[in-house]
């Protein structure tokens, strides 16, 4: 006996479909106009393999999902691809000034960038015979107050003397300068990428 597939038919409505006498359960035809009852009838798919109750599209541009198109968060391929140069030119003046602790971090941020860089991106097409969207005023960014203004700087200053100083200090001092970077650059990554 073969089993009922389930996928494509469902059980007979208890009504006939012939004449619309109320069937009994226990009875093979209808009583009134004795009309076979058919315990499972085939019925339509309910959808063709998509997500039940999302868009298909039917023309017209289609939006997706790319690496390579520019989107309203990522790069185009000419962006892309200067920015994965630009990050690779800063290996050549490492290798010739002999930044060996860059070329030990740089696989590390390279990733980071990289990762950033080739993110896809949603790509909703223009449609050319819609018309275009209402622009909204964006608000401009408040200014800086003069304590955040001071930390800012103050950050900078501290961050390029820390760079400096690991680059052309004695060798104490880069000593130091590696011990406070190897302490703060996990909690700024930690805060920036992985606490979201």
Same mark, same amino acid.
């Given at each position: 006996?073969? *089993?009922?597939?389930?996928?494509?038919?469902?059980?007979?409505?208890?009504?006939?479909?012939?004449?619309?006498?109320?069937?009994? /359960?226990?009875?093979?035809?209808?009583?009134?106009?004795?009309?076979?009852?058919?315990?499972?009838?085939?019925?339509?798919?309910?959808?063709? #393999?998509?997500?039940?109750?999302?868009?298909?599209?039917?023309? *017209?541009?289609?939006?997706?999902?790319?690496?390579?198109?520019?989107?309203?968060?990522?790069?185009?391929?000419?962006?892309?691809?200067?920015?994965?140069?630009?990050?690779?030119?800063?290996?050549?003046?490492?290798?010739?000034? *002999? #930044?060996?602790?860059?070329?030990?971090?740089?696989?590390?941020?390279?990733?980071?960038?990289?990762?950033?860089?080739?993110?896809?991106?949603?790509?909703?097409?223009?449609?050319?015979?819609? /018309?275009?969207? /209402?622009?909204?005023?964006?608000?401009?960014?408040?200014?800086?107050?003069? *304590?955040?203004?001071?930390?800012?700087?103050?950050?900078?200053?501290?961050? +390029? #003397?820390?760079?400096?100083?690991?680059?052309? #200090?004695?060798?104490?001092?880069?000593?130091? +300068?590696?011990?406070?970077?190897?302490?703060?650059?996990?909690?700024?990554?930690?805060?920036?990428?992985?606490?979201?």
């Amino acid at each position: 006996m073969r *089993g009922a597939d389930i996928s494509r038919e469902m059980t007979s409505p208890r009504s006939c479909r012939k004449c619309g006498e109320t069937l009994l /359960p226990d009875l093979p035809w209808c009583p009134q106009c004795y009309e076979p009852v058919t315990q499972f009838a085939a019925r339509a798919p309910l959808h063709h #393999g998509d997500f039940v109750g999302s868009p298909i599209p039917t023309g *017209g541009h289609i939006p997706h999902w790319s690496r390579w198109e520019k989107s309203a968060t990522t790069f185009g391929p000419v962006g892309r691809v200067v920015a994965t140069m630009l990050l690779f030119a800063t290996l050549l003046p490492a290798i010739v000034s *002999g #930044g060996f602790m860059y070329l030990i971090t740089f696989p590390i941020a390279a990733a980071v960038v990289l990762r950033a860089v080739w993110a896809k991106g949603w790509v909703v097409p223009d449609e050319p015979e819609l /018309p275009p969207l /209402p622009v909204t005023e964006m608000t401009p960014p408040q200014p800086l107050t003069s *304590g955040e203004q001071t930390w800012r700087i103050a950050r900078w200053r501290l961050g +390029v #003397g820390a760079l400096l100083l690991f680059a052309y #200090g004695p060798v104490p001092a880069k000593a130091i +300068v590696l011990a406070l970077a190897a302490s703060v650059l996990p909690w700024w990554f930690f805060r920036v990428y992985l606490d979201r």
